[in-house]
């Protein structure tokens, strides 16, 4: 196995493992009540789930962007930096470096935050 084909698995498990500690996050949060009381959502993972499913609110967007971005920035934080060096690493697609280790956690971030959306396709509500 080549080593960026072991960064590209290693990493891709990373962002999903760091995507389901955002649901499980999310899943502790109660309800914001935007969607009202005619579904029965318990927290705001199924808030989520229910937004996914039914195409995003041109009014929430922005909301939900604010959200989970705050959740993914705390998740990107508590990751060791050698895990972030590599998910920057393999985010920017392995560019040629001059061995500089640069750490980019808001596009870290961003990724958990789309793979968490992902995720919340394919749960259903």
Same mark, same amino acid.
């Given at each position: #196995?080549?080593?960026?084909?072991?960064? #590209?698995?290693?990493?891709? =498990?990373?962002?999903?493992?760091?995507?389901?500690?955002?649901?499980?996050?999310?899943?502790?949060?109660?309800?914001? /009540?935007?969607? /009202?009381?005619?579904?029965?959502?318990?927290?705001?993972?199924? *808030? @989520?789930?229910?937004?996914?499913?039914?195409?995003?609110?041109? @009014?929430?967007?922005?909301?939900?962007?604010?959200? &989970?971005?705050?959740? =993914?920035?705390?998740?990107? =934080?508590? &990751?060791?930096?050698?895990?972030?060096?590599?998910?920057?690493?393999? &985010?920017?697609?392995?560019? *040629?470096?001059? /061995?500089?280790?640069?750490?980019?956690?808001?596009?870290?971030?961003?990724?958990?935050?789309?793979? =968490?959306? *992902? &995720?919340? /396709?394919?749960?259903?509500?």
């Amino acid at each position: #196995m080549s080593a960026e084909t072991a960064i #590209m698995r290693f990493c891709s =498990a990373e962002l999903q493992a760091a995507s389901r500690r955002l649901a499980h996050r999310l899943k502790r949060v109660p309800i914001t /009540g935007v969607y /009202g009381d005619d579904y029965s959502h318990r927290n705001l993972w199924a *808030e @989520l789930c229910f937004e996914v499913h039914n195409g995003r609110t041109p @009014l929430l967007n922005t909301t939900w962007d604010h959200t &989970l971005l705050s959740f =993914a920035k705390e998740i990107t =934080a508590n &990751l060791n930096w050698h895990t972030k060096v590599l998910l920057s690493y393999y &985010l920017e697609d392995f560019p *040629e470096n001059d /061995g500089a280790a640069a750490v980019d956690e808001l596009s870290i971030s961003l990724a958990i935050c789309n793979i =968490a959306r *992902e &995720l919340a /396709g394919w749960e259903r509500t």
